[in-house]
Nanobody
Framework: QVQLVESGGGSVQPGGSLRLSCAASGFTFSSVCMGWFRQVPGNEREWVAAVSTQGDVTAYADFVKGRFTISRDNAKNTVSLQMNSLKPEDSAMYYC???????????????????WGQGTQVTVSS
């Protein structure tokens, strides 16, 4: 069955960096677009970034553009999210997900994701 396991979360000071990773199994990873999402309790899950099957096309939510970078390694079945210049408002549970479609990645929403990992917590605080 499909499994997505996130890692790399933690606590960091504002301006710091973290790198999240997601290990995927149970499907043909190189054929599926992947995304990262985040959620704060009481809020809807929001899309953060997405990447095409070969990693050549990426898309980002405006609030992370220039700070976060999504990438994938199809040989290792992993997708990563490098987060730099972190802000307190980036604090959330971060989830990786398989995307239902590979077009219009810039318009991704939680509804366009299919399978989810269990999440990894990111806390940005001084």
């Amino acid at each position: 069955q499909v499994q997505l396991v996130e890692s790399g979360g933690g606590s960091v000071q504002p301006g710091g960096s973290l790198r999240l990773s997601c290990a995927a199994s149970g499907f043909t990873f190189s054929s599926v677009c992947m995304g990262w999402f985040r959620q704060v309790p009481g809020n809807e899950r929001e899309w953060v970034a997405a990447v095409s099957t070969q990693g050549d096309v990426t898309a980002y939510a405006d609030f992370v553009k220039g700070r976060f970078t999504i990438s994938r390694d199809n040989a290792k079945n992993t997708v990563s999210l490098q987060m730099n210049s972190l802000k307190p408002e980036d604090s959330a549970m971060y989830y990786c997900a398989t995307m239902r479609r590979c077009y219009a990645l810039s318009f991704a929403t939680a509804a366009t994701a299919l399978y989810w990992g269990q999440g990894t917590q990111v806390t940005v605080s001084s």
